[in-house]
C-alpha cells in the first residue's frame, strides 16, 4: 500500500467520523494524516522511515482509545 493509498483511507475514516461527532478521534487521524504527509514530503528520496506497523499500531490505538476496538 503506498502512502497516497494509506491517506486516502485515512481521510475517509476522518470523513466517517466526523459524521459520528467524534471530534477527538478526527482530530487525531488529522494529526495522523498531517504527520504522515509531512514526513513524506520530508523524506522523498531517502528511505522511508514510515512502516506499514507503525501506521497500523496508531490505527489500533485511536480504535481502543474510540471504543471501535475491543467492544463485545
Do not use: F, H
Amino acid at each position: 500500500m503506498t502512502i497516497r493509498e494509506i491517506v486516502m483511507e485515512l481521510e475517509e475514516i476522518e470523513n466517517k467520523l466526523a459524521k459520528k461527532d467524534t471530534d477527538s478521534e478526527c482530530e487525531m487521524v488529522a494529526e495522523l494524516i498531517d504527520t504522515i504527509i509531512a514526513d513524506d514530503l520530508e523524506l522523498k528520496g531517502k528511505p522511508s522511515m514510515i512502516t506499514e506497523s507503525k501506521i497500523l499500531d496508531v490505527l489500533v490505538k485511536i480504535g481502543i482509545e474510540s471504543g471501535q476496538i475491543g467492544q463485545a
